[in-house]
């Protein structure tokens, strides 16, 4: 029997772009660069208005330890900086740079002949000096997850490659056509942690991709075990794959994964870290599924940070007659945008477009005390005791509960026969909690100062 987590769900795949390999996208003619890709501080312009750069350049330095700099997709003029439309929901600080065409490197990317030797320390700082944050959509500086304290020490390195939401297909495509890199990268992860056990997991709807990582660590120098996982979502939360292939279990909130001598890197982070570590890339593009079955010739795309979601539409075929929403990310866990024009950050792995079918949102029911959500939920929460609480403002109540512990998978609102928007719910409870926790801290700050 394969391994896997108690609890999940199994939404209907939707896998429409398995079989399309990663197309270039044209260069676009002009890049909206956020200054905040990342879960952190955001990081600080370095360029203004006028000024020339050129592809891979540095234009924003980080803010804080977490927090990363941000580097010109592309080579030409900046045009302009303020604030634009952002996938995270809200307008952000912009630097929009316009293309001139000739695509040039900035004169620091160079490869490094000797890459190989370089110790954990040059690792962590080429992985921040090329602006890296975790590309499976949570978007964590990754030289962050390089550096664990002393107490506590990384034994194991675990790369998902799981790719569990509907419709998206990047990473699998990327295990397809860059499996060398892949595991060149899940090394340099071990080395940089000194861990001594490195894993692959897949979800085996993937057979093509298990085989072939199988086969490159069978043929190659690479000391990596690579794990077939039942199909289930989600299966490539970082705390369900550790459950899954090491039986580990990840304590509540605050606790980490490093707290059980585990580390997660999505595998299209470890292409960017092998770019990082050898040719001292930025991460200046990537891979992103455009999907759905509102879009007429869904695609896999290798795209310019900054780059218009309108214009990967495009390349797309366009929308449909009938498209009625369009997300970032897939559709458990992505973010509805309210425009097309706002730019591909560093985790966005898939633009999907939604039908009116899909989008129709029916009227909330009352709770029939089923126990489905209870049954899916991974995180072994009461999803609607908390989202009840959290909807009559009984936020210590909630918290009580575990909200904070919910990771806004969606299963249990997908399983709700009463339609009940409960990861809705919680969500707005555990934004409430910290808001209270944050206020109080501050309260508690001034009385000492």
């Not at 955001?42 to 700099?69: H, M, N, R, T």
């Not at 592309?74 to 316009?98: C, L, M, N, Q």
């Not at 690792?123 to 890296?132: D, P, S, W, Y």
């Not at 010739?297 to 290798?302: G, K, Q, S």
Request: with cysteine; aromatic share 6%; charged share 25%.
């Amino acid at each position: 029997m394969k391994k896997t987590f108690r609890g999940g769900t199994h939404p209907p795949e939707w896998k429409l772009t398995a079989e399309q390999p990663g197309e270039k996208l044209k260069l676009p003619e002009k890049v909206y660069v956020p200054i905040l890709q990342h879960i952190g501080a955001p990081a600080i312009p370095l360029v203004k208005k006028g000024d020339e750069v050129k592809k891979g350049q540095p234009i924003a330095d980080p803010g804080g330890f977490v927090s990363v700099p941000v580097h010109s997709p592309v080579s030409g003029k900046v045009v302009s900086i303020g604030t634009y439309p952002h996938a995270f929901g809200r307008d952000v600080e912009t630097i929009t740079i316009e293309s001139d065409g000739a695509d040039e490197w900035h004169e620091n990317i160079k490869e490094d002949a000797d890459w190989e030797s370089v110790d954990a320390k040059t690792i962590r700082e080429r992985v921040r000096n090329a602006g890296l944050a975790g590309m499976g959509g949570a978007a964590f500086p990754t030289h962050v997850k390089l550096s664990p304290p002393e107490e506590k020490p990384i034994n194991t390195v675990i790369i998902n490659g799981a790719e569990c939401e509907p419709y998206l297909t990047s990473d699998h495509r990327l295990m397809l056509e860059k499996p060398a890199e892949i595991l060149a990268g899940a090394q340099i992860v071990s080395k940089a942690v000194g861990a001594k056990r490195t894993f692959v997991g897949i979800e085996d709807n993937k057979p093509d991709a298990v085989s072939v990582l199988k086969k490159a660590v069978k043929d190659g120098k690479f000391d990596i075990k690579v794990v077939s996982l039942p199909v289930k979502y989600p299966q490539g939360a970082e705390k369900q794959l550790i459950n899954a292939i090491t039986g580990r279990e990840v304590p509540p909130p605050p606790g980490l994964p490093m707290d059980v001598g585990c580390l997660v890197q999505n595998v299209g982070s470890c292409v960017a870290i092998y770019n990082a570590v050898r040719f001292n890339k930025p991460l200046i593009e990537r891979y992103v599924t455009v999907s759905g079955h509102a879009v007429n010739n869904p695609v896999n795309l290798i795209a310019r940070i900054g780059t218009p979601f309108s214009e990967l539409v495009e390349a797309a075929g366009g929308y449909t007659k009938d498209a009625a929403k369009l997300l970032n990310g897939g559709p458990m866990m992505g973010s509805a945008q309210w425009t097309d024009m706002v730019p591909v950050i560093k985790g966005t792995s898939g633009i999907v477009v939604l039908n009116k079918e899909e989008a129709y949102i029916s009227d909330e029911q009352p709770c029939i005390c089923c126990g489905r959500c209870i049954s899916v939920c991974p995180v072994f929460l009461l999803p609607t005791n908390i989202a009840r609480l959290a909807e009559f403002e009984r936020f210590e109540d909630a918290e009580n509960l575990g909200a904070l512990e919910c990771m806004e998978c969606g299963s249990c609102t997908y399983v709700c026969p009463s339609k009940r928007n409960l990861v809705h719910h919680i969500r707005f409870g555990k934004t409430s909690i910290m808001a209270l926790k944050k206020k109080e801290a501050q309260q508690t700050k001034s009385k000492g100062a």
